[in-house]
């Protein structure tokens, strides 16, 4: 196995990558059925001949740029594991934080509504549904694609039938009825120039619909500012996930609306950099 793993990861770095040797290491699990423990016991033993060639392939799509969580159809987040694919953006560690300011909002207990703008993949939405039994929510995304992988992992985790997936437009008045204690938001914030200066892995196989919001790339928060707002009842609170350089821009548009004027707070994430826009309606 040793052996095994040291030429994959070879060819990995020699195809320049990112981490190649923990890339090797997850394609290895999945091609002969190991956990990372079992892995680590089997690294003095000869592999099944079988599974070399599934392996070894594995390994080709990887060296041509193809993400690790694409290729397993599984990512990890906030401890739980999600089903990904090519139709939606793959979870980020940062994403998580949402989630822990969510848990210091609520009770577990609490009874609440929820929704969930651009849910891609259900990790928000269905995360805060484990978390709290008691919530309901409403995800919306645009993209059937990444609907039917969101209802996927809401059914893998049980919590199905208490989160609607809607396929809308966020920017349109889908949810003005001002009924909802929170919503979650992700929107597209890459601007067209910063597509070009982000990892081939990402811009060659993520969606540019979930990453690129226009020329400046604000345009979905823009969009989005007034239909939450509408979303939200009085008291209720909004958490937005932003680009690192979008923290001043976005204030400023919540701060121009109204119902969120001298409620608004930007929130660093653990690297330092602006990340998430709290507002709580007037």
């Known amino acids: 196995m040793k052996e095994v793993l040291s030429k994959a990861t070879a060819l990995l770095n020699q195809a320049g990558v990112d981490s190649p040797a923990l890339s090797a290491q997850l394609l290895a699990e999945k091609a002969f059925d190991l956990d990372r ?13 079988g599974r070399i060639g599934e392996f070894e392939a594995l390994v080709q799509r990887r060296a041509k740029g193809e993400p690790v969580a694409y290729i397993l159809g599984i990512k990890e987040f906030f401890g739980l594991d999600f089903k990904v694919g090519p139709g939606v953006l793959i979870p980020r560690p940062e994403t998580e934080e949402m989630v822990e300011k969510v848990q210091k909002l609520f009770s577990e207990n609490d009874e609440f509504l929820f929704a969930d703008f651009g849910t891609g993949s259900g990790i928000l939405a ?16 645009l993209s059937p694609a990444a609907l039917l992988i969101a209802k996927d992992n809401a059914r893998m985790h049980g919590v199905d039938s208490r989160i609607v997936f809607v396929q809308a437009d966020f920017h349109a008045p889908v949810l ?10 992700n929107p597209p914030y890459l601007s067209e120039a910063e597509l070009d200066e982000i990892s081939p892995e990402v811009a060659e196989f993520e969606p540019v619909s979930a990453l690129v919001s226009g020329v400046s790339g604000d345009e979905d928060i823009r969009g989005s500012v007034p239909r939450i707002a509408a979303a939200l009842k009085p008291g209720g609170t909004v958490f937005m996930e932003i680009g690192y350089l979008q923290g001043r821009t976005a204030c400023t548009l919540f701060e121009s609306c109204k119902h969120f004027a001298g409620s608004v707070e930007l929130i660093t994430d653990l690297s330092g950099h602006d990340r998430i826009v709290v507002a709580k309606k007037n």
Not at 37 to 49: A, K, N, R, W
Not at 176 to 185: E, I, N, R, S
């Open 37 to 49: 423990l079992g892995l680590i016991m089997e690294m003095g033993s000869t592999v099944d001949p």
């Open 126 to 141: 269905v995360t805060v549904a484990i978390l709290f039994p008691r919530s309901r929510g409403i995800a919306l995304d």
């Open 176 to 185: 003005a009825d001002g009924q909802f204690d929170l919503v979650l938001a």
